[in-house]
């Protein structure tokens, strides 16, 4: 009699494999966890330095608020994507409260 399929030992080497192949990745990505972070919160602030600008042409030049911003609808959020908040100085540059 020839059944085919997997014996117990066969299995128990490709989990394994599967378990060193997670234990190698799982520390690089969360190693790069923050400096992806601070790259969306980058890419966040150029978008929302491009609101500021917008908000001066639609209003002779006033400089906004963070939250005006918001309320006025030319951004989704007052925080980066990694929850740092921003804010916009009176000289109408926009960085993150430390």
Same mark, same amino acid.
């Given at each position: 009699? %020839?059944?085919?399929?997997? &014996?117990?030992?066969? +299995? +128990?080497? *490709?989990?394994?494999?599967?378990?060193?192949? #997670?234990?190698? &990745?799982?520390?690089?990505?969360?190693?790069?966890?923050?400096? #992806? =972070?601070?790259?969306?919160?980058?890419?966040? +602030?150029?978008?929302?330095?491009?609101? *500021?600008?917008a908000y001066k042409m639609d209003n002779e030049n006033t400089? !906004?608020? #963070?939250?005006?911003?918001? &309320?006025? =609808?030319?951004? !989704?959020?007052? %925080?980066?994507? %990694?929850?740092?908040?921003?804010?916009?100085?009176?000289?109408? &540059?926009?960085?993150?409260i430390e």
């Open positions: 009699m %020839n059944q085919k399929g997997f &014996t117990l030992i066969e +299995m +128990m080497i *490709v989990l394994m494999v599967i378990s060193v192949l #997670i234990m190698i &990745t799982i520390p690089n990505v969360t190693k790069h966890q923050a400096v #992806i =972070g601070k790259k969306g919160c980058d890419a966040y +602030m150029n978008m929302v330095q491009a609101q *500021v600008e400089i !906004p608020s #963070i939250l005006k911003l918001e &309320t006025s =609808g030319y951004i !989704p959020k007052t %925080n980066c994507p %990694n929850g740092d908040e921003l804010l916009v100085d009176v000289d109408g &540059t926009v960085r993150v």
